[in-house]
């Protein structure tokens, strides 16, 4: 019985001694699934060719498989015995190194690096001063991290001796052992003292002492065949993928960066590194030792300090982790101690990808979901100078076009070189000193962005992209120069520079970027460093305020080019319409369209008042700005009061331009009225037409030469407020925390950052712009009216039209005009086949709607018949044609100030007669063609329209109720007198009339009577 007893429980131990081990180590299915998709999804978002993971747990492996591939181009897959390079990485086995010599003796932490290379002296603050081998370790040596870039391209054995040597006599960024900052070549330094101490190169000696005893067999620190035969290729991001990259050889930054592995030697370092790996044969305690924290200085921001290679966490239950990046691979390990986890992740390519996946990994083992923002520097180099590049290459290209355009024009006599003067030359000297100065500050983007380093340095380390685009870049800027100086020598009437336009918009909007960017770095950076980012404040403020300048000078010009033409464009289209068509069009939206919408267009360079939104805007940051720091309210206040008073001054000067431009613009607007109102008076007389078609044109250009000024000085008040803002706040930067301190850095940002902020409704304030919407409206109705005349039949044929003939006979053959045809409410006059000859009086009769004034119409041309057509002597005749045969004064005349299309000069004395005749001798005066006045009774008024049909003298004479405003001795006059002398004269007169009691003055009568029509003598 005891023995069947036992049985079950021996078979209970046994399987548990099965099962658990796998319980324990083994991933499930749905971890594995998790791991996988976010590997793969994370890869290519990275870009990443390939990739090993390996996850150990205790002294397991637990996860370990390859993704991508070692080499693309033949399709090899990724395994276990891949070798990659693990840059960084290989700092830990340096300081192993370090860790075992003091153990046995031979060197000590605290030592002085100089007591093993006695020539590499550095200082600080141009004093010597002492590092120690412990200082290098944790990287508080305050070697600056510029010091990659002097890392010598070597594979010659005293390579290490070679990138040490580039440290003598070098400047500290800070005090040994003050803080912590990281400088890869600490490490080099350290593989010297390996080989000072040793005798031994540094590759002999961490394979002798550190990879052979931990059975790293798959390890290497030299390329030999066996090595290249499993090595995957590297690769660097280029144009968005990722591209083979041969790399150059830094064997003296080997102890640093450049130690070879595998996933297979990874997982035995993983346990080799938490104590489970028992077959190795190195010194457990040196392990540990490698993984205590430097507490001599600050932890870092994300809590970390920094041990032998390691950076050591304290959250959760521990954690260290180190990252490795050389310029076409990247690893990370990470290790959980107090678990016994471990990962680790090699790619063939420099990605921050490969950290996340590492983390994301971690993550998902704890039961997480991991997720962070990952901004991997090489892809967002690749994509900025992908960007570049295309931008580049169409300003290249752009450029280039225009270039060839305009030697096209200076062949064809298009351009003309355009004399200089010694402000050009100044100019000219000032633009190209100034084309240095970028080209150079291009140059030093590195320096001040990148810590001090170089552009060989970042052609290494970042995407070839980088240099096609730096190239390109400067290639554009100089090929944009040349065409704008060019340009600038060989001018050319109404050139709107579209191209240099575009380019200074960039250009203008950089500027301003680059202001905002250069004071938040300012405002972390040390004083050293100020000074190289106020180069940049002040190319970012030239830039951008001169830019806006030449941009708005441009706009101003272009702008009001679009005004002037868009108006005479409109204008000479009504010119050209048929009165029929004339009066469909509704007059308020002329007057609108002409006067409103083309000035919205007007208005588009100015900046849009916000008013009480940005007065109450501009309130609460004075309120916070208070709250932060009375000084910074003390200041705005005068910088505020400051802009104000220089946009007083210079306003002054802008609102006595504006006005002068106001009073040529109501000039302006009296020829719209005329146009408008005299209408039918131009219709009938083509010379008078073009004669006032000239005396608008020189006013419109006149108003747009002096509204040009007027804009030009309220972009002059916007340029000097944005110069005095933004020299503001540089001020607040670059002099305030020299005049205050104790201003804590926290207030210096809160206070740019609102000064910044309180721009905008500074400028909105001062400023004024239309609102987009309206100004695409305007577009709108200007274009619809354009459709509108446009698709009137205007041409003209003036061949023939002021043919003198002494006798007429104008015949009307079945004419009929009908006004809304399709509608309800059609009123039809006609048909009329009738009659008219010189030597006659025709008087026109009936009743109001009678259909007289359109019967006048269809006599005069202005409306063209529905159906039938008229002959003059014989030959059939168009409305135009029949237009220049009559003089006339309608009902609703309108009466010109000036005698268009009259040769006044030969008419004096008959002027003055007619003027003595009509008694208007003591009212009006003529001078130069122009009535001195015409603020006139209608009566009067209606005298004088008929002096001026008088001197028109044309064949035929149509009066329109003219009698109607006259006393009645004018009226005798007109009817016994001034009738019967126009038949004499041979003339063809037609009167519109109700007075019976002349109607024995008229040859014949023709009465209207609700479109029909009738004649009797």
């Given at each position: 019985m005891k023995n069947f007893n036992g049985l079950p429980a021996a078979l209970i131990i046994f399987l548990c001694m099965i099962l658990l081990p796998f319980k324990t180590y083994a991933l499930t299915d749905d971890t594995n699934i998790k791991i996988e998709k976010f590997i793969k999804e994370n890869m290519d978002k990275g870009n990443i060719p390939g990739l090993f993971v390996t996850v150990v747990k205790d002294d397991k492996t637990v996860y370990e498989k390859g993704f991508g591939y070692s080499d693309v181009e033949k399709k090899e897959r990724v395994t276990s015995k891949s070798l990659f390079e693990i840059g960084s990485n290989s700092k830990a086995f340096t300081a192993l190194g370090i860790l075992k010599l003091q153990k046995?003796?031979?060197?000590?932490?605290?030592?002085?690096?100089?007591?093993?290379?006695?020539w590499l002296k550095v200082k600080y603050k141009g004093r010597e001063v002492p590092v120690t081998i412990e200082q290098l370790l944790h990287h508080t040596s305050g070697i600056p991290f510029k010091t990659i870039d002097n890392i010598p391209v070597s594979n010659d054995d005293n390579a290490i001796d070679e990138t040490v040597r580039t440290l003598i006599g070098i400047e500290l960024d800070s005090e040994p052992g003050e803080k912590f900052q990281y400088a890869t070549i600490n490490y080099d330094v350290l593989g010297l003292i390996i080989e000072k101490a040793t005798g031994s190169s540094y590759e002999e000696y961490i394979e002798e002492n550190i990879l052979k005893p931990m059975g790293l067999n798959n390890t290497y620190l030299y390329r030999d065949e066996d090595v290249s035969e499993n090595m995957a290729k590297g690769y660097k991001i280029e144009f968005l993928k990722p591209a083979l990259y041969d790399a150059p050889t830094y064997r003296g930054n080997k102890p640093a960066g450049y130690i070879m592995s595998n996933g297979e030697d990874m997982g035995k370092w993983l346990k080799i590194q938490m104590g489970t790996y028992n077959s190795s044969r190195f010194d457990r305690e040196l392990i540990e030792e490698s993984h205590n924290p430097n507490r001599k200085v600050p932890p870092l921001e994300d809590g970390s300090s920094y041990a032998?290679?390691?950076?050591?966490?304290?959250?959760?239950?521990?954690?260290?982790?180190?990252?490795?990046?050389?310029?076409?691979?990247?690893?990370?390990?990470?290790?959980?101690?107090?678990?016994?986890?471990?990962?680790?992740?090699?790619?063939?390519?420099?990605?921050?990808?490969?950290?996340y996946i590492a983390r994301g990994i971690n993550g998902i083992l704890q039961g997480e979901d991991y997720y962070e923002d990952v901004n991997d520097l090489n892809k967002?180099?690749?994509?900025?100078?992908?960007?570049?590049?295309?931008?580049?290459?169409?300003?290249?290209?752009?450029?280039?076009?225009?270039?060839?355009?305009?030697?096209?024009?200076?062949?064809?006599?298009?351009r003309f070189l355009n004399k200089k003067n010694s402000r050009d030359i100044f100019k000219f000297i000032f633009s190209l000193i100034f084309m240095i100065g970028l080209s150079y500050s291009i140059y030093l983007i590195p320096n001040i962005l990148y810590r001090g380093v170089s552009w060989n340095f970042v052609f290494v380390w970042l995407p070839e992209t980088v240099k096609t685009a730096l190239y390109l870049v400067y290639i554009s800027i100089w090929t944009v120069y040349v065409y704008s100086v060019?340009?600038?020598?060989?001018?050319?009437?109404?050139?709107?520079?579209?191209?240099?336009?575009?380019?200074?918009?960039?250009?203008?909007?950089?500027?301003?970027?680059?202001?905002i960017f250069t004071i938040n770095m300012a405002i972390r950076s040390g004083n050293d460093e100020k000074v190289k980012l106020l180069m940049y404040f002040i190319l970012g403020i030239i830039l951008y305020v001169y830019g806006q300048r030449i941009m708005r000078i441009r706009m101003i010009e272009i702008t009001n080019g679009i005004v002037y033409s868009k108006r005479m464009e409109i204008v000479k289209g009504l010119l050209k319409t048929p009165y029929n068509k004339f009066e469909e069009i509704d007059k308020g939206r002329?007057?609108?369209?002409?006067?409103?919408?083309?000035?919205?267009?007007?208005?588009?360079?100015?900046?849009?008042?916000?008013g009480v939104t940005s007065a109450i805007t501009l309130i609460c940051c004075f309120i916070y700005l208070g709250f932060i720091n009375i000084y910074a309210l003390l200041l705005s206040v005068i910088i505020i009061l400051f802009i104000a008073g220089i946009y007083y001054l210079v306003g002054r000067y802008a609102n006595r331009i504006g006005e002068e431009a106001r009073d040529l613009q109501n000039i302006f607007f009296?020829?719209?009225?005329?146009?408008?109102?005299?209408?039918?008076?131009?219709?009938?007389?083509?010379?008078?037409?073009?004669?006032?078609?000239?005396?608008l044109e020189e006013s419109c250009d006149r108003y747009k030469v002096k509204r040009g000024q007027s804009a030009l000085a309220f972009a002059n008040m916007f340029v000097v407020g944005e110069l005095l803002f933004t020299i503001a706040i540089g001020a607040v930067v670059f002099i305030l925390p020299l005049i205050l301190k104790n201003l804590k850095e926290v207030s210096l940002e809160s206070y740019v950052f609102i000064l910044l902020y309180m721009t905008g409704p500074v400028h909105g304030i001062l400023n004024a712009i239309p609102n987009a919407i309206e100004v695409r409206i305007?577009?709108?109705?200007?274009?619809?009216?354009?459709?509108?005349?446009?698709?009137?039949?205007?041409?003209?044929?003036?061949?023939?039209?002021?043919?003198?003939?002494?006798?007429?006979?104008?015949?009307?053959?079945?004419?009929?005009?009908?006004?809304?045809?399709?509608?309800?409410?059609?009123?039809?006059?006609?048909?009329?086949?009738?009659?008219?000859?010189?030597?006659?009086?025709?008087?026109?009769?009936?009743?109001n709607g009678s259909g007289k004034s359109t019967l006048a119409k269809l006599l005069t041309g202005l409306y063209v018949p529905s159906k039938g057509y008229i002959t003059l002597n014989g030959n059939r005749v168009s409305g135009r044609e029949l237009s220049e045969?009559?003089?006339?004064?309608?009902s609703d005349f309108y009466l010109f100030d000036k005698l268009y299309g009259i040769d006044y000069k030969d008419k004096e004395e008959e002027i003055r007669k007619y003027l003595e005749i009509l008694q208007l001798d003591n009212k009006v005066r003529i001078k130069e063609g122009k009535f001195d006045t015409i603020k006139l009774s209608t009566g009067q008024k209606k005298r004088l329209a008929l002096l001026v049909a008088y001197l028109e003298d044309r064949p035929i004479y149509i009066f329109d109720e003219w009698a109607a405003d006259q006393d009645p001795e004018f009226r005798l006059f007109f009817y016994d007198t001034i009738l019967p002398e126009l038949k004499e004269r041979g003339k063809c007169v037609i009167a519109i009339t109700h007075d019976d009691r002349y109607f024995n003055v008229a040859d014949k009568i023709i009465k209207m009577d609700m479109g029909s029509f009738q004649t009797f003598k």
């Open positions: 046995e003796g031979l060197i000590e932490l605290n030592d002085e690096v100089t007591d093993y290379i006695p032998c290679g390691w950076y050591v966490y304290q959250k959760g239950g521990g954690e260290i982790s180190h990252g490795g990046n050389n310029p076409n691979y990247s690893s990370f390990i990470l290790l959980r101690p107090e678990d016994k986890t471990g990962i680790a992740v090699l790619g063939n390519t420099n990605s921050e990808y490969v950290g967002n180099a690749d994509m900025i100078s992908v960007l570049l590049i295309l931008i580049s290459v169409l300003i290249i290209a752009g450029t280039l076009f225009f270039t060839v355009k305009a030697l096209k024009e200076v062949f064809r006599k298009e060019f340009i600038s020598l060989y001018k050319k009437e109404g050139d709107k520079s579209i191209l240099i336009l575009s380019i200074l918009s960039v250009l203008s909007g950089f500027g301003n970027a680059l202001i002329i007057q609108s369209t002409l006067n409103n919408d083309t000035e919205t267009i007007s208005r588009f360079v100015n900046i849009i008042i916000s009296k020829f719209i009225n005329d146009l408008i109102g005299g209408f039918k008076e131009l219709s009938l007389n083509g010379k008078r037409k073009e004669e006032f078609q000239e005396d305007s577009l709108k109705r200007i274009n619809g009216l354009l459709s509108q005349i446009s698709s009137s039949d205007g041409k003209n044929n003036d061949s023939g039209i002021n043919k003198k003939e002494d006798k007429i006979i104008l015949k009307l053959k079945g004419i009929e005009y009908v006004y809304d045809k399709d509608g309800e409410n059609s009123f039809k006059v006609g048909p009329i086949d009738y009659e008219f000859k010189s030597g006659e009086i025709f008087f026109i009769t009936g009743g045969k009559y003089s006339g004064v309608f």
